[in-house]
């Protein structure tokens, strides 16, 4: 019996450091799966969900000092109380999470290592009976050391475990056992390869024969049974290949740009899974940070759980220069612990990462393409107009069609009067994608004549895409009745009936249009950008205006 426990005795003692160090080194990942336990789906005492961060702490420091304890046998009763008390509770809630499928990883060893809650609540089975036979044989334990060492050695375990427990929360994890850590790629990581095994998914099938209800399982075909369908359920016996990563996303309230941003050189990542929740001090330290990596050429952008509405407050209170993408809240906690974070990417590989407390330590060296003087200011206004420039435009009611009016008018007014201080605010001034604001606008103003020279000046200086400025000198030719350069100009009008004719505006020397368009920058000729806007089915006429009057189209 002696031998027994002592082979217990290290073996518990040690797990309990183990386990509750690679918790201890990420507090904060633990206090999340303490949320999930808690919530209505699982456990429903939601009223502990605020304090899980404090019981985080206190479990895994009592684990580790707990562990120590038991190593030197310092207070022996008082050790294997506690630790049977951990066990029994912690049995019965690895049992539950189990038998009624609730959490699939129990958070036991982190991410350092994913157990099942089935394997989870065999390992707790195997602790609660080592730590029973500790119980029954305490006589057999006995001090490692005399009273004062093991006194001196139980107090540096609860300080030490202390101390690291708030450096690591006030910092981030000493050791990253996430998928996201430094050197990792995220397109490798979300990956699945060709000769992954794939799911096997159990189906069982339901039918009335003869009156009465069987059931026939298949791995997914269906059966042939003669008999009257009921319902069919399915169930996982495997899930197959599970790729490291599997909801990360970047997503705009249009479109999924996960791909476009994972291939982009030197990319900064401001990651905050809620708006509200986000540390005051970390928000102030942003604007300085994000902007001086603005100007070095880095492309900077923010990944946020939160609705579109607190996101723009955000923007607007801190007057920051960057855009705000969703992505869930889960994964954004994974990526960075912290509320906000910083990560830094070069074609999906991470190259560095921050808590906000340590902002400072990110050194970004200057890139070929830095623009050092660019307004900041100036960029967030003109950002903030392109916001309220396409407000209506995706519902054009009769309503909303005034309201944009309005909207539009006071926008030109706005834009005029930056042409009047900075000239067109072109690349140079406000960068690549707020470069295209000021031309928007105008585009979309009734102003077109006056200031197409400014805009054509613009792009020849290099500080406007070419592109924006052929689609204005179209919209311009179109307005004053005239041929279309670069067809990039097209329209709906109904006739008055159920149909409706799609058509572009008369083009010049239509033959040699493409070659236009690809002298101007755009990528794709005329017939396909035609197919996009009308559809594949949509075959480019080249119209002259007395044909689009004969078809009853008005025309200038």
């Known amino acids: 019996m002696k031998y027994i426990v002592q082979i217990s005795r290290v073996f518990v003692g040690v797990l ?120 029954f044989g305490q006589n057999y334990i006995k001090p490692l050391f005399k009273t004062l060492p093991n006194t001196v050695i139980a107090l540096l375990s609860f300080v030490v475990s202390l101390w690291f427990a708030y450096h690591v929360l006030m910092h981030l994890p000493a050791i990253d056992f996430r998928a996201y850590k430094i050197g990792n790629n995220l397109q490798d990581e979300m990956a699945i390869p060709d000769d992954a095994p794939k799911p096997i998914i159990e189906y069982t099938w339901t039918f009335k024969v003869n009156g009465e209800e069987k059931e026939f399982v298949t791995s997914g075909s269906y059966p042939n049974v003669d008999g009257e369908y009921i319902g069919v359920e399915t169930k996982e016996i495997d899930p197959g290949f599970t790729p490291a ?67 723009q407050q955000l923007k607007s209170k801190y007057n920051l220069n960057f855009d705000i993408y969703l992505c869930d809240e889960k994964v ?3 990526i960075v612990r912290a509320n906000p974070g910083i990560v830094v990417l070069n074609k999906g590989t ?61 926008n030109t007014a706005f834009v005029e009067s930056i042409f009047k201080k900075h000239g067109y605010p072109g690349k140079s001034i406000v960068g690549d994608k707020t470069s295209r604001v000021a031309w928007f606008v105008i585009q979309h103003s009734n102003k077109i004549e006056t200031y197409f020279p400014l805009i054509k000046e613009a792009g020849e200086k290099g500080e406007l895409s070419m592109t924006n400025v052929a689609m204005m000198e179209d919209r311009y030719l179109t307005e004053q009745g005239l041929p279309q350069k670069y067809g990039t100009q097209g329209a709906t009008y109904f006739m008055g009936t159920p149909q409706e004719l799609s058509f572009f505006w008369p083009i010049e020397d239509f033959e040699n249009v493409n070659k236009r ?40």
């Open 16 to 135: 309990f450091i183990i386990s509750g160090f690679i918790k201890l080194n990420d507090p904060l990942g633990f206090s999340y799966k303490l949320q999930e336990y808690f919530s209505s789906d699982v456990l429903n005492i939601p009223f502990l969900e605020p304090y899980s961060l404090g019981i985080s702490v206190f479990v895994v420091v009592l684990e580790v000092v707990l562990g120590v304890f038991l190593l030197i046998g310092y207070k022996k009763k008082f050790t294997i109380w506690m630790l049977l008390g951990m066990i029994v509770f912690f049995t019965f809630l690895t049992f539950y999470s189990a038998y009624f499928d609730k959490v699939k990883d129990c958070g036991c060893f982190g991410d350092a290592l994913k157990l099942t809650p089935w394997e989870s609540f065999t390992k707790d089975v195997v602790l609660l009976v080592l730590i029973l036979i500790l119980f």
């Open 245 to 311: 990563i599997q909801d990360f996303t970047i997503e705009s309230s249009e479109e999924d740009l996960t791909t476009y941003f994972l291939e982009k050189d030197n990319l900064v990542i401001v990651a905050m899974y809620n708006v509200y929740n986000a540390e005051e001090e970390g928000l102030l330290k942003l604007k300085g940070f994000t902007d001086e990596a603005i100007k070095k050429g880095y492309t900077v952008i923010g990944l946020s759980a939160s609705g579109e509405d607190a996101k």
């Open 332 to 334: 954004v906690k994974t």
């Open 350 to 410: 991470v190259t560095n990462k921050a808590h906000w407390n340590d902002i400072e330590d990110i050194e970004l060296e200057s890139l070929p393409n830095a623009t050092p003087n660019l307004d900041l200011d100036l960029k967030r206004q003109l950002d903030s107009i392109m916001v309220l420039d396409q407000k209506y435009r995706a519902n054009m009611t009769s309503d909303n069609w005034k309201l944009q009016l309005e909207i539009d008018s006071s």
């Open 517 to 556: 368009r690809k002298e101007a920058g755009f990528s794709e000729t005329v017939e396909a950008y035609s197919k996009s806007l009308f559809g594949e089915d949509f075959v480019i006429k080249n119209y002259t205006y007395q044909d689009l009057k004969k078809l009853g189209i008005p025309v200038n």
